[in-house]
């Protein structure tokens, strides 16, 4: 039986492929079309380097100076004598055009549903049954979807993780005039055809294996939802720390599902915030930073994935920077909400 391996690539790009059991990543990859980088082939040129994001691998052989002590230590490896041992995900740090990889997935979806979750925000629901595989993705990253009767693509996350009837959600901010916006209050009907393009992008969830912090800025929420469905099918998770930060209490969305992760997912903590809050909000007021606890993230080593506008990123940044904390590491996405770039 063989093992289902996500190739992601430092262009966004990302290619499942089926490794048999015993076979080498780098002789997988190219049996289905995806030729990494090679030389040597013996482990000691580095050339097809890479890193393990996910998953249980062995390597047969790697020559001292092509990856250091340090290197095997941070989970990197040669596709030329890994084997993979479970389903994975492995980085690659160079354009996937390099490996004549193709392009991504193009898949035609219909539309089941458009919810609106707040006022400022709804849910687009797509059935992509018609593709008769499971679409695969990483929980976190991204679609890119074609708004019909246009030219027009707009990126979005997945508000969900994959599952077997490829039933779909992306978490979408209306806004007074924007091109999906318009489109979704004023045309978009159930049965509709909409093409997307996945998966796409280079911020996903990692190997879960100590405390999560996620800071999520507005929609930036979507990506984290496919994580925790991800995080919910686990046993024993380690704790997750959810800050979801929006300017007012009306743009705060999927309430009830986010408070039923705590039931799903031991030592889940949530922790709504809003920047602009009435008298009548009894919750956290101000930003993100302000209720971030630095005792607490200095008690042990963590992961910190952050998702939302440039602007409350570059402030949880500089955050962690005065505090001066050790031992973490820290995965970003950017978005503009505008009429040409949304997640």
Not at 86 to 114: M, P, R, W
Not at 144 to 172: E, G, H
Not at 208 to 231: C, K, N, Q, Y
Not at 235 to 261: I, M
Request: hydrophobic residues 35%; negative net charge; proline residues 4%.
């Amino acid at each position: 039986m063989g093992h289902s391996v996500a190739l992601n690539f430092a262009d966004g790009k990302t290619f499942f492929i089926s490794v048999n059991n015993d076979e080498l990543l780098l002789d997988a990859a190219v049996r289905q079309g995806i030729h990494l980088p090679l030389d040597c082939r013996e482990g000691v040129c580095g050339t097809c380097q890479g890193k393990c994001e996910s998953g249980a691998y062995e390597q047969d052989y790697v020559d001292e100076d092509a990856l250091s002590e340090r290197d095997l230590a941070e989970r990197k490896m040669l596709a030329c004598q890994t084997r993979v041992q479970s389903n994975a995900a492995f980085y690659f740090d160079h354009s996937s055009d390099i490996c004549n990889a193709g392009e991504t997935l193009k898949i035609e979806t219909k539309v089941t549903q458009v919810e609106l979750v707040s006022e400022t925000t709804a849910i687009l629901h797509l059935d992509a049954s018609a593709y008769t595989e499971q679409l695969q993705f990483l929980p976190g990253q991204y679609a890119r979807i074609c708004i019909p009767d246009t030219q027009d693509w707009r990126s979005y996350s997945f508000a969900n993780r994959p599952n077997a009837t490829n039933q779909l959600q992306f978490l979408i901010r209306l806004l007074p005039d924007g091109v999906m916006s318009n489109y979704l209050r004023d045309r978009c009907q159930v049965g509709q055809s909409i093409v997307i393009e996945a998966p796409l992008g280079s911020f996903y969830l990692r190997e879960v294996e100590r405390p999560l912090v996620f800071v999520a800025g507005g929609t930036g929420l979507s990506a984290f939802l496919g994580m925790l469905d991800h995080i919910a099918e686990q046993v024993d998770a380690p704790p997750v720390h959810l800050y979801y930060g929006v300017n007012n209490e009306a743009d705060l969305c999927e309430q009830a599902r986010l408070k039923a992760y705590a039931e799903r997912i031991t030592n889940f903590n949530y922790h709504p915030i809003v920047s602009k809050a009435s008298i009548e909000w009894q919750g956290k007021s101000g930003y993100i930073p302000e209720h971030l606890d630095k005792n607490q993230l200095a008690e042990q080593a963590f992961d910190m994935y952050l998702c939302g506008p440039p602007p409350m990123i570059e402030a949880v940044k500089t955050w962690l920077d005065q505090q001066a904390l050790q031992n973490y590491r820290i995965y970003s996405e950017k978005f503009l909400q505008s009429n040409t770039v949304q997640v």
